[in-house]
């Protein structure tokens, strides 16, 4: 069965520095990978996801992440956060190949802005 | 524009009340998820359906209901056997298979009092 780690659960950043969340997943083969983001309050927004081809992934809002078989990451990037980019941030994996149609998700880090 | 749509925002239930908690898309997908959130603990997953007609306990199944007469709904009972039952409470959906990722309703927080 598949399972993902977010390391960190909670990480604050200055406003304009750069960032990047860990996500390390367990699977046997290369599952599919998402990044969600959810503001307070409401529902998950997919930022990015990964299926195959090119390792680096862009996605919404200036957001990037890249997959790494060798340590089963897929880290999510960006060059320079802005305020409204506080918000908790959850991984996901997905199973190639199964039925059963269901994504697990990691616990979540919560990102904090500094002014 | 398509999308899920979760109704109420806000639930209060009195302690020995069943609730229920709607969910309806009209993006055509054939798959319909609940999980509920807790702070520090992500998303559980309560229940899913693939099809109409059809559905599947998830890890934390017990105390909770669904039925799936359309494909469109997916409506959640939280019964008086939950004993815990305040959370914040997400239904999402997905084409079938893996590779499509969630869309994902607002939630609803459901309160006992």
């Known amino acids: 069965a598949q399972s993902v780690t977010q390391p960190d659960i909670h990480i604050t950043v200055s406003e304009g520095a750069s960032l990047e969340l860990r996500c390390n997943y367990s699977y046997g083969a290369t599952p599919y990978l998402f990044w969600y983001v959810q503001s307070p309050g409401q529902g998950l927004q997919l930022l990015l996801k990964?299926?195959?081809?090119?390792?680096l992934v862009q996605g919404i809002k200036g957001f990037e992440a890249e997959f790494k078989r060798s340590q089963s990451s897929f880290n999510l990037r960006k060059p320079s956060v802005h305020w409204s980019d506080a918000a908790e941030y959850f991984c996901a994996v997905g199973a190639r190949y199964s039925s059963a149609s269901k994504i697990i998700f990691g616990s979540g880090t919560r990102l904090s802005i500094r002014p | 524009d398509g999308g899920i749509t979760q109704s109420p925002k806000y639930l209060f239930r009195k302690e020995g009340q069943n609730v229920t908690l709607s969910c309806e898309q009209n993006l055509n997908h054939d798959a319909m998820y609940w999980y509920r959130q807790d702070p520090g603990q992500g998303l559980r997953l309560i229940y899913y359906?693939?099809?109409?007609?059809?559905?599947q306990k998830g890890d934390i199944a017990e105390g909770y209901s669904v039925s799936r007469e359309k494909k469109e709904s997916f409506p959640l009972t939280v019964t008086s056997a939950q004993k815990n039952p305040t959370a914040f409470y997400l239904c999402?959906?997905?084409?079938?298979?893996?590779?499509?990722?969630?869309?994902f309703g607002s939630g609803t927080r459901l309160t006992v009092v």
């Open positions: 359906s693939q099809i109409v007609n059809d559905f």
């Open positions: 999402a959906s997905s084409r079938a298979g893996d590779s499509y990722g969630y869309t």
């Open positions: 990964y299926f195959s081809g090119d390792t």
